[in-house]
Structure formats: C-alpha cells, structure tokens
C-alpha cells in the first residue's frame, strides 16, 4: 500500500502547473454540483475512499466532513448525515443513528460543540463503543 501511496504522490508532484489548475477547477465544480445535489433534496452520505494516496480511515472521514461545510452544506445537516442518514441508507434506522431509547449506541464523545463548527468533529475526548469507554489516552495509545 505505501509503495502504491508514494508512487501516486510522486507522479503527480511531477505534474506541471497546467495540470495542477486543471485538478483545481475540477474541485471547484464537483463543490457546486455537491452544493446543487444537497439544495435539490438529493440525499447525500459523507465517506471516503480510503485506497487513494494518504487516505487514513476515520482521519478522512473527519477531512470529507469539512470538504461538505466547503460546499457550503450547514454543520448540522452534515451531522445528520454521518449518523442517522448514514444509518438509514444501510437499512440500520431501528437500531442506530440517534441516541433514543431502544438504540445501540455508540457515540464519541467530543470537547466542543460541533454544531458550531464541523472541525470540532476532530477533537474527541472519548468514544463509547459496545458499552466500552475509550478516554484520550486509550485512543492515542491505539494511534502508536
């Protein structure tokens, strides 16, 4: 994976400028056709393509969160999104997404409200995962 990785990031480091502005406009318009589908009622799901170059699960997650605010989608329906919507389009709606009565709850525990800027998503203070507390320092010791 590393050798595929670094392979990629090298071959396009050698990419000249027109190539590089090409990729920029390309970003550009994939946020205004995201902008488009969300104001049109398309219904959306963050996720990441954890294969590509540098693409660390869970880290990119938290990037693809703050890529949506960039398309100018509201904090708290990119919220919704990761939890409840990602629920339901898995089928999962009963038993997940929301903290209700009757629910399976995993939840991660975080030190500012997201709600008031999606990049607080990244500062966890503690996740709770099949009824099992994780505090900061189990999850950096998992990060070594």
Not at 114 to 126: F, G, Q, R
């Amino acid at each position: 994976m590393r050798v595929f990785w670094f392979g990629s990031l090298d071959s396009f480091r050698q990419k000249d400028s027109t190539f590089k502005a090409m990729a920029r406009r390309k970003y550009e318009n994939l946020k205004k056709i995201t902008r488009l589908l969300y104001q049109s009622g398309v219904p959306l799901l963050p996720g990441t393509d954890a294969i590509n170059p540098c693409v660390y699960p869970g880290f990119a997650l938290h990037k693809e969160l703050y890529l949506m605010k960039d398309c100018g989608i509201p904090d708290k329906e990119i919220l919704k999104m990761a939890t409840w919507g990602a629920a339901e389009f898995l089928g999962l709606g009963n038993d997940f997404g929301r903290v209700e009565p009757g629910k399976l709850a995993s939840l991660v525990l975080l030190t500012h409200n997201p709600l008031e800027n999606i990049a607080h998503t990244s500062d966890i203070s503690a996740v709770v995962l099949k009824g099992k507390v994780y505090d900061r320092e189990a999850l950096d010791k998992m990060l070594e």
